[in-house]
Each structure stands twice: as C-alpha cells, then as structure tokens.
C-alpha cells in the first residue's frame, strides 16, 4: 500500500493537529491556578444572588452550623 507524497503530507498535517488538540487539553488541565479561579467563581456564584448578596439558603445553612458548634461546645464543658 503506497501512499503518494500528498497522501503523506496530509497525514502528517491530520496527525499534528491532533497532537495540537492534545496538547492544548493537557495544557488546560495542568493550569491548577485557574481551575481554582474558575472553581472559586462558581462556587461563589452558586452561594450568592444576583446583586452579590448571600442566598437565604446558604445563611440558613450557615446558622444550623454555628449552633450546632455552640451547642457541642456547651455540652462538652458540662
């Protein structure tokens, strides 16, 4: 099976692509300081509304924590 030059040149260029396109995947998976950032924003905006304001939710959240941690620390120095 003998390929012609064009057949060869055109699989050099498919596979360098695909290299490329690798490449660039791994690139962005290695950049940790901005899947923090991305990961940050999104967790920030899952936690607040649209004017930057907590969501009730999350405040309610918030309070069970903080009595259930008064209430452990009150029990336990009893």
């Known amino acids: 099976m003998s390929q012609t030059p064009q057949e060869i040149q055109a699989d050099i ?23 923090a950032t991305a990961k940050a924003q999104e ?3 899952r936690a607040t509304t649209d004017d930057g304001t907590p969501r009730p939710e999350v ?19 009893r």
């Open 13 to 35: 260029e498919r596979q360098r692509e695909a290299l490329a396109a690798t490449v660039d995947q791994l690139t962005e998976r290695l950049d940790v300081k901005s899947r």
């Open 43 to 45: 967790l920030k905006d």
């Open 59 to 77: 405040l309610g959240a918030a309070a069970g924590v903080v009595v259930a941690l008064v209430v452990l620390v009150w029990w336990r120095r």
